[in-house]
């Protein structure tokens, strides 16, 4: 975290990340807004999903930020969290060598959900490594933002993370909250936005779509486990157990004991060798 960024975590109503808009948020006012949030966690509707498209696109006069750099950052924060469903904390965690391309050009990003790492204040455990695909269109954002944002940032080459403040530091926790607290402000976004809600936005498009192109149930479930990161059952019921169509795969009776038991909540049954 910067020298600015624990300033304005200390006294949180000072501003953050030269737009001058970005109000800090408290880890206790935080806790707060997550207390408040009613479970079940829904996603986004398809439309509210559009609006907020607009809303953050460098170009609308609704976006909220006045800094052209900032809302370029913030533009692929976004879209990072709604198209790939990852975690906040391995989205902060991503760093510049994460992002490959292979020999076809297909882009991907390797996210470390159990990345190890004591020297950094990006460590966490909830889930495991995966690489996942990139389309064209995000890939050019990340394209856009390295070259056209974060290289002419002074300090920013000093740190190997994708997102940086506007001082070169690494964006922190609570400069990403902020972004997300600037957004429920608007009349067209729900006051409940969160990272959460995002992850769950995005198993309920993967459930549109695998529903629109009739995907077997066991290749569902395999990919989205995978995409998700999810070793257990405890992160896992949250996002499926309330879903239609995990109802249906269940009722099929299409998946191995193992996964069954994820979406039911009971423990998988040992199996005899």
């Known amino acids: 975290m910067s020298v600015r960024e624990k300033s304005s975590a200390a006294k949180p109503k000072k501003t953050s990340d030269q737009a001058g808009s970005e109000k800090h948020t408290t880890e206790k006012g935080y806790k707060a807004f997550k207390n408040a949030t009613i479970a079940p966690t829904h996603g986004l509707p398809e439309e509210t999903q559009r609006r907020l498209l607009e809303i953050v696109s460098p170009k609308s006069q609704e976006n909220p930020w006045p800094d052209k750099a900032v809302r370029v950052r913030n533009q692929l924060y976004i879209r990072m969290l709604l198209e790939l469903g990852v975690r906040r904390t391995e989205l902060l965690g991503l760093r510049i060598e994460d992002i490959k391309r292979d020999e076809t050009g297909q882009a991907s990003i390797l996210v470390h959900g159990g990345r190890d790492n004591t020297s950094s204040p990006r460590t966490y455990r909830k889930t495991f490594d995966r690489l996942l695909a990139v389309n064209d269109s995000l890939a050019n954002l990340i394209k856009n933002y390295l ?11 000093g740190n190997p993370y994708l997102f940086v403040s506007p001082d070169g530091q690494p964006m922190s926790f609570s400069a990403s909250e902020c972004i997300l607290a600037v957004l429920r402000k608007h009349p067209d976004l729900p006051k409940n936005l969160s990272a959460t809600v995002f992850r769950a936005t ?70 005899s060798r």
């Not at 070259?147 to 080459?157: D, L, Q």
């Open 147 to 157: 070259s056209k944002v974060r290289a002419k940032i002074k300090g920013a080459a």
């Open 202 to 271: 995005w198993n309920e498009n993967f459930s549109r779509w695998c529903d629109e192109n009739h995907l077997p149930p066991q290749e569902e479930a395999m990919i989205r486990c995978y995409q998700m990161g999810w070793r257990d059952d405890r992160s896992a019921k949250p996002f499926l157990s309330r879903t239609a169509v995990a109802e249906r795969i269940i009722k099929q009776g299409g998946l191995p004991s193992d996964l069954v038991a994820v979406w039911s909540g009971r423990k998988p049954a040992k199996r």
